[in-house]
C-alpha cells in the first residue's frame, strides 16, 4: 500500500473511532401502515459472529424511518405501481405476459425470502433478477433486462413485496453450502487501496458513525432499497459495487458468480429479519 492509501485508511478508521458510536433505540419498532410489523432484531443462526441481527432501517434517522412506515409516504412505491402494470403487459414473441404464467402478482409471496437459491435444473446459483430475465427470454421470447434498469429493479421491488413481512430463510447447506463459503470468503476478504473487507465496516463498526453516515450490518433484508441519496431504487449488486469501489478496488459486475455468491452469504446473515422491500435508507 502507498503511502497517501495508507494516509486515507488511517483517516477512515480515524473517522470510525472519533463517530459517536449510536445504537440502535431498543423500543424502535417498524410497524408498516400502522398494522405491518416486521421483525428488526432477530437472533443470529449459531454460525454468526454477531451477537443480535439488527435491520438497516435501526440505523436511520427517524425522517428516513418514517418515510418507510407509511406505503404512501414511500418513494419506492412509485416503482412497484409500475411493475404493477408491467405485469400483465403481453411481450415478446410469445405475446405472454408475467400474469399468464403466474397469476396475480400475489403468487410470488415467499420468493423473496428464499432468494437466492439453487436452480435445480443446472445447479447454479441464480438470483432473482436471474429468474425474471429467464422467465422473459425463455417463456416470453422477450428481451432480458439490465440487472440496474429501471424494469428490473421495479419488477424485483413488486415481487419482493409480496414477501414483506415474511423472514429472510435462505439456504446454505446442501447444493448451497460452496456458494455460501465462496461468499464468505470474499466478505472477509480485504480489497483496494484502503485494504478493507465488508466485515470490517459492517460487522467490527456497526452502530458507529462514518463522516456523516450511520454505519450499519449491511444487511439486504430490505432490497431493492430507494436511497435518498440517488433518489432511486437500487439493486443488491449496485450497492456491492459501491462498497467495492469505496475501497478503491477494480469491483466485480453485476450477476457475476463472486456477487451472487455474496448475495447468498450476506443474505443469510440476516435469516430471520423480515424481508421490508421497497425500504428507505439514506
Given amino acids: 500500500m502507498g503511502m497517501l492509501a495508507k494516509a486515507a485508511a488511517i483517516g477512515a478508521f480515524a473517522a470510525l473511532s472519533l463517530g459517536q458510536a449510536a445504537s440502535a433505540d431498543e423500543d424502535a419498532r417498524l410497524i408498516i401502515n400502522g398494522e405491518e410489523e416486521m421483525i428488526v432484531r432477530a437472533a443470529p443462526p449459531a454460525w454468526s459472529p454477531l451477537p443480535e441481527l439488527l435491520s438497516g432501517w435501526l440505523f436511520r434517522t427517524v425522517e428516513t424511518q418514517r418515510l418507510q412506515m407509511d406505503d404512501f409516504e414511500n418513494p419506492g412505491f412509485t416503482s412497484v405501481d409500475s411493475a404493477w402494470e408491467t405485469w400483465s403487459l403481453p411481450e415478446g414473441s410469445a405475446g405472454k405476459s408475467c400474469a399468464d404464467c403466474h397469476g396475480d402478482a400475489a403468487s410470488m409471496k ?98 458507529n458513525m462514518i463522516r456523516a453516515d450511520h454505519l ?32 478503491r478496488a477494480e469491483t466485480y459486475k453485476e450477476g457475476s458468480p463472486e456477487f451472487t455468491a455474496l448475495e447468498l452469504y450476506v443474505a443469510s446473515r440476516g435469516n430471520g429479519l423480515s424481508v421490508e422491500a421497497p425500504s428507505v435508507r439514506n
Fill in 110 to 207: 415467499g420468493v423473496r425470502a428464499v432468494m437466492p437459491k439453487v436452480n435445480a435444473e443446472n445447479g447454479e446459483l441464480w438470483t432473482l433478477e436471474m429468474y425474471i430475465n429467464n422467465c422473459r427470454t425463455e417463456r416470453m421470447g422477450a428481451e432480458s433486462w439490465g440487472w440496474n434498469s429501471g424494469s428490473m429493479v421495479d419488477m424485483t421491488a413488486l415481487i419482493s413485496l409480496q414477501s414483506r413481512g415474511m423472514p429472510v430463510n435462505v439456504a446454505i447447506d446442501g447444493a448451497a453450502a460452496p456458494f455460501w463459503e465462496a461468499g464468505k470468503e470474499l466478505y472477509y476478504t480485504r480489497t483496494g487501496q484502503l485494504e478493507l473487507s465488508c466485515a470490517n465496516c459492517h460487522e467490527d463498526n456497526y452502530g
Fill in 216 to 247: 450499519s450490518q449491511g444487511q439486504i433484508n430490505g432490497f431493492p432499497v430507494y436511497r435518498l441519496k440517488n433518489a432511486k431504487l437500487n439493486s443488491i449488486h449496485a450497492r456491492f459495487k459501491g462498497c467495492v469501489r469505496d475501497t
